[in-house]
């Protein structure tokens, strides 16, 4: 790994053991790879029952009727819930309260829940199941834009009342959102090519190790205790409390292990059903999905199609850009809203192009409802213009990276929101850096020297299915960059609570940090730590389980909880550092003129002058005090983009990476191995820079996934064919190749630290990267991912 840096704005505590900068090893690392860590598919309560969910056989149909009389006098049955039995509110949703509990005498996918069962074990809520007899009559399906805007198409929600209902021009489309800058007809005059194509983009899903699962526990005071593994624990509160018919006072949600996320987990799933049983039967209810339910329990990546026109001069600038963006939104609106503001503001990618026409949507069908996914809008956009850079560069026979640095964009370039970058974007530096890195070597299944080389079969395509020994294999290289938001957008209220407490305990200080922050693989819980040592100089940090009896932490998504809440756990540990020092100058003021006239610092469990002069034990400072402060952090405010031009100032930061594929592919049985997949981020400041790295490998892997193998398979009738790790693939160690690395440090001014989001970044550009190396290879258009074996044999 290569790490640049520039300055950056982190002096108190720099000398603390454990603090920013160095790669603390996470708390729960070890417990997690010996299999001892407790996720919440593990949580147990001695007399908890077990719940289970009816879900639909078909994709849009109305309930005629439902019979639960066979099911519910099955013995060891406590309770059965349709819709009629709900309680209070009876939709939910993260924009729009669209989402039914349970169906509402409508069906609008594959999988959607309608009946739950409570009962002593979880075969008997199964076998249960089974005997519910419902009555179904089969409705026209939504699936594509053709049956969504056709004229006497079914509206799958008729009589809308969210806030874009007023502004669409179907009933049947989400959201819409345009972004009109200078006059792009104007522009294509001066263009000497012009360069259009067609791209589709599959579903993906999240793909996350630990199903959905939660326990329930009725309270004496008629509320509910719900633990449970989700990404924003204030938010799955403010859903459940209409749904509960409860006040959120009496809805204490705590965090449970969580086995991955990637977006899957920021809508609800079973949470309001454990709870409705838990507070129906009495007792405690536990809910675990296996990996089939898992597929139909949250919602996947938007597939999409995208349609792009781009300009060019024969000395290589680009005049123009035109793109129509087409996002399959499924059955429920969930994030869509969000994702269409992402896919829109970011098509254009990290180029300058002065004029643009550009329009992205995304529909109601009757498919999989589709919401938050790593990448969130910008991933399906950098697919379709990074294949139109490679197009634009052959189109001049010019080198596609020098292309691409020609049109870069940089600090001061306005997007074609009207908002000026202004913080460092080194996009031509990046592609500069993955060009310069060595390249693998040629031919490296061969082994031995001339005279008596062998094939390890290992490292061609196919592997051990010895499909080949190297003939008829080739190489291709390809680039890519991307541009990705950091945090919120669009006005968002994006901020996050740290309640921070010191105190001495046994002898030594010790500190304490609570958010409501879902740690969901990310590394907060270390960086947090990191923060609160350095900022604090104290050793012993502990991190208090995250819960809602502390203020909302926002989401663990949107490469947001270090910037966001880590802003907000600095924050309070500056203002207990404040507190320490009143009480400093209270107990020592008088022994020593430098409590009034130095700089203070803590560090290594004193308070020092900033020219290392100790002046007293941070024990001898706090003794029999306790520093116990909660407060929220915000980052600068954005702005909702224009209804109709798209002009506005929608994004706090923007994240770039950049990625050069190496692939050798089998021509003849259409196998592709990914040799290498280099990346090169700016990371602003890297605050733990093992984790960092580990961050932009696991989402370069997850890019390669979508590049050659992970999709969602729906049939003509909606249904899903694929539910299972068995027939959706995901990248295992052996499909993984080596991922070096480049790592910048061009610290943002307005940012913690200087700190640039980074989780989300490297997941763009490695697909179109891995996309551009086959076309490379094999010479083959390639409009589509995931790339099949029949794409590249034609068969």
């Known amino acids: 790994m290569g790490v640049t840096r520039n300055p950056t704005n982190i002096t108190q505590g720099s000398k603390t053991k454990g603090g920013l900068g160095e790669s603390t090893l996470r708390p729960d690392g070890t417990l997690k790879v010996t299999g001892e860590f407790a996720y919440s598919s593990d949580m147990w309560h001695e007399d908890m029952l077990w719940g289970f969910t009816l879900r639909s056989p078909h994709a849009h149909a109305k309930i005629l009727s439902i019979d639960t009389g066979e099911a519910l006098a099955t013995s060891g049955v406590y309770a059965i819930m349709t819709h009629d039995d709900l309680p209070a509110f009876t939709k939910y949703g993260l924009e729009y309260k669209d989402t039914p509990v349970l169906a509402d005498g409508v069906v609008r996918y594959h999988g959607e829940p309608i009946a739950i069962i409570a009962a002593d074990h979880p075969e008997t809520a199964r076998r249960a199941a089974a005997k519910i007899k419902v009555e179904f009559e089969l409705l026209p399906l939504v699936i594509d834009e053709e049956t969504a805007l056709a004229d006497g198409a079914p509206i799958l929600h ?13 009933p049947n489309i989400v959201h819409r959102q345009p972004i009109i800058r200078g006059d792009a007809n104007e522009a294509a005059q001066r263009a000497d090519i012009v360069i259009s194509g067609e791209y589709e983009v599959g579903m993906q899903d999240q793909a996350f190790l630990g199903p959905e699962s939660g326990l329930a526990v009725p309270a004496e005071d008629g509320g509910v205790d719900l633990y449970i593994a989700t990404q924003w624990l204030h938010s799955d509160l403010g859903q459940l409390g209409p749904v509960l018919g409860l006040p959120e006072d009496k809805i204490r949600m705590t965090l449970s292990g969580v086995g991955g996320a990637f977006g899957g987990r920021e809508d609800l799933s079973m949470q309001a059903h ?73 098509a254009v990618g990290p180029y300058v192009i002065d004029d643009v026409e550009i329009e992205a949507v995304a529909l109601y069908t009757n498919n999989p409802p589709c919401g938050a996914m790593r990448g969130f809008g910008a991933v399906q956009a950098c697919f379709a213009y990074e294949a139109q850079m490679d197009k634009l560069a052959a189109a001049l026979d010019m080198d596609a990276v020098e292309f691409r640095q020609l049109n870069a964009m940089s600090q001061g370039t306005i997007m074609p929101t009207g908002q000026p970058v202004d913080s460092p974007a080194p996009v031509a530096e990046l592609l500069r850096r993955v060009k310069a890195l060595p390249m ?30 190297g003939e008829g294999v080739v190489r291709g290289v390809g680039y890519a960059v991307g541009i990705k938001n950091v945090g919120f957008s669009e006005g968002f209220d994006d901020y996050s609570t740290a309640r921070v407490r010191l105190e001495v305990i046994n002898g030594e200080p010790v500190a304490m940090v609570h958010t409501a922050m879902a740690e969901v693989g990310q590394g907060g819980v270390t960086v947090h730590a990191q923060i609160a040592r350095t900022e604090l100089g104290v050793a012993q940090v502990t991190i208090h389980p995250a819960d809602t009896q502390v203020g909302s932490a926002g989401s663990t998504s949107a490469s947001r909880q270090t910037y966001v809440t880590g802003g907000a756990v600095k924050n309070s540990c500056e203002a207990v550092r404040e507190k320490v020092l009143e009480l400093g100058r209270a107990r020592f003021g008088s022994y020593h003129p ?91 400041k890297a605050l733990n820079p093992l984790s960092v790295v580990g961050q932009i490998q696991g989402g370069t892997t997850q890019g390669l996934g979508l590049a050659v193998m992970e999709e969602i398979i729906v049939d003509k009738n909606a249904k899903v064919r694929n539910p299972s790790f068995t027939d959706y693939l995901i990248p295992t160690i052996l499909d993984t190749p ?29 697909t179109p990267a891995v996309v551009a190396a086959i076309r490379a290879a094999t010479g083959l258009a390639l409009k589509r991912v995931p790339v099949r074996p029949e794409h590249l044999t034609g068969t």
């Not at 700190?755 to 970044?761: D, S, V």
């Open 158 to 170: 008729p009589n809308r009342d969210d806030h874009h209902a007023g502004h669409v021009t179907h």
């Open 274 to 346: 454990a709870c409705l049983l838990a507070l129906r039967t009495g007792k405690p209810v536990k809910i675990v999905y296996n990996r089939f339910e898992s597929f139909f329990g949250h919602v996947h990546r938007h597939p999409a199609k995208l349609w792009y026109e781009h300009g060019v001069t024969s000395e290589g600038k680009i005049t123009h850009m035109k793109c129509r963006i087409v996002l399959d939104g499924g059955a429920y609106a969930s994030a869509s809203p969000a994702v269409v503001g992402n896919a829109s503001s970011l």
């Open 440 to 469: 693998p070597p040629e031919q490296q299944w061969l082994a031995g020297d001339s005279a008596g080389r062998s094939t390890d079969v290992r490292a061609l395509p196919g592997g051990l299915s010895n499909t080949t020994h």
């Open 594 to 684: 430098a409590w009034a006239t130095a700089e203070l610092l803590l560090e290594g469990g004193k308070v020092v002058t900033d020219g290392g002069e100790v002046l007293a034990d941070l024990v001898d400072v706090i003794e029999g005090e306790t520093i116990d402060l909660e407060l929220e952090w915000r980052h600068r405010p954005t702005q909702a983009f224009d209804l109709v031009t798209g002009q506005g100032h929608g994004h706090v930061q923007y994240s770039f990476c950049a990625h050069r594929a190496v692939v050798e592919v089998d021509t003849e049985l259409g196998l592709v191995k990914v040799i290498e997949l280099a990346a090169a981020q700016d990371v602003g």
């Open 738 to 766: 080596t991922i070096p690395v480049d790592v910048l440090e061009l610290a943002d001014e307005h940012a913690p630290y200087g700190l640039r989001g980074i989780g989300e970044a490297p997941t763009l550009s490695s």
